[in-house]
C-alpha cells in the first residue's frame, strides 16, 4: 500500500471517496489531508493547500471516524502519543490533532476541531550521495514539511545495506513504519528499530544492546535528545539525526547549536524547496 493510499484510508465517507478520485498526477504530489471542523476538506500539495473538491464542510462526526480509523477504534491504546498531539497509524501515517484537551487526560470523541494526515514517501536513492564511506556524524535540516524523515529514512536504509550496523530510534513509529511485527518501509538488512520510546531513552537502551556503527533518530528537540547524541559520540558512536531549521540555516534550534559547536556532528544537509522538488546542500564542519 503506498503512502498515499494509506493516508486517504483514515478519510471518513465522501472525502475518502474524492481523494481516491484524483488524478493519478495530484495524488503523487500530495502532502498532507486537512480536516478543519465547519471547513471545507482540503490538500496539501507543493503548490499549497487547496480544497478536495466541492465538498461539504467538516462535521464533527468527520473528525471523529478520523480518529476512529486510525486508532482502529481504541483512542486509549493511543493515548500516550495522543498526549503529545498525534497518532502514528499504518503506513507510517501521521496525523496531527488540534482541539481541546486536558493536561494528563488526552483525547476524547468529540475534542478534535482539526487534523492534519501526513503522507509518507518512501523515495529510494534520493540519500546516494550523501551514504558515502567512511560515515560521517551527519544532520539533516529543513522546515517542517521539508522532507528531513525522507532522506534519514533512505539513507538508513543505503548506510545498512552497505555493512553498517544501524539502530533507529523511530519514537513515533513513522520511519520504519513498524507495524504488527513488521515494517512498511524497508531501512536496511542491518537495521535495528526501538518504537515509541523517547529519544533519549531509547538511545541508552540502543547504545547498550545492540552495538550500533550508527545511531538514527528524528528531530532532535530537546536537551535530552542533544544529551542522547553526547551519549553516543561518547562511545564512539556516528550520528545521523534531523532538526527543524530555517530555509536559510541562519537560525538553527537552540537544543542544535552546542552540538555543533562542540563537533558532535561534522556535516550539516540543508534541504530547500523549489517548488515541486527539493535540493540539498551540503557543508562539512
Not at 468529540?110 to 550523501?130: K, Q
Not at 518504537?195 to 540502543?206: G, K
Not at 545521523?240 to 537552540?254: F, I, K, N, Q, R
Request: some cysteine; glycine content about 10%.
Amino acid at each position: 500500500m503506498s503512502g498515499f493510499d494509506a493516508a486517504a484510508e483514515l478519510l471518513p465517507g465522501g472525502i475518502k471517496t474524492a481523494a481516491f478520485a484524483m488524478p493519478e498526477g495530484v495524488r503523487a504530489v500530495c502532502e498532507e489531508f486537512r480536516l478543519r471542523l465547519g471547513r471545507r476538506p482540503s490538500v496539501t500539495t507543493s503548490d499549497g493547500e487547496r480544497p478536495l473538491y466541492d465538498l461539504p464542510p467538516v462535521v464533527r462526526a468527520d473528525l471523529d471516524r478520523v480518529l476512529e480509523l486510525a486508532t482502529r477504534a481504541s483512542p486509549y491504546a493511543a493515548a500516550e502519543s495522543m498526549e503529545k498531539g498525534f497518532v502514528t497509524a499504518r503506513g507510517g501515517v501521521r496525523l496531527g490533532l488540534c482541539g481541546r484537551k486536558k493536561p494528563g487526560s488526552g483525547w476524547a470523541m468529540g475534542s478534535l476541531t482539526s487534523v492534519c494526515i501526513r503522507i509518507p514517501r518512501e523515495v529510494r536513492g534520493c540519500a546516494g550521495p550523501f551514504a558515502s564511506m567512511p560515515f560521517p556524524s551527519t544532520l539533516i535540516l529543513s522546515p517542517p514539511g521539508g522532507g528531513k524523515t525522507t532522506l534519514l529514512r533512505d539513507m538508513v536504509r543505503l548506510l545498512s545495506d552497505k555493512g553498517l550496523h544501524i539502530s533507529l530510534c523511530d519514537e513515533r513509529g513513522e520511519i520504519a513504519a513498524g507495524w504488527e511485527g513488521g515494517f512498511g518501509f524497508d531501512v536496511g538488512k542491518r537495521t535495528d528499530v526501538l518504537s515509541d520510546a523517547p529519544r533519549r531513552e531509547a538511545a541508552v537502551q540502543l547504545l547498550r544492546t545492540m552495538s550500533p556503527q550508527v545511531l538514527a533518530m528524528d528531530e532532535i528537540t530537546a536537551a535530552c535528545d542533544a544529551d542522547a547524541c553526547r551519549m553516543a559520540a561518547g562511545c564512539g558512536v556516528k550520528l545521523l539525526a534531523t532538526a527543524h531549521a530555517d530555509t536559510a540555516g541562519s537560525v538553527l534550534p537552540a537544543t542544535v547549536t552546542p552540538l555543533l559547536a562542540e563537533r558532535i556532528f561534522t556535516r550539516l544537509i540543508r534541504i530547500r524547496r523549489n517548488k515541486d522538488k527539493r535540493e540539498y546542500a551540503e557543508q562539512w564542519l
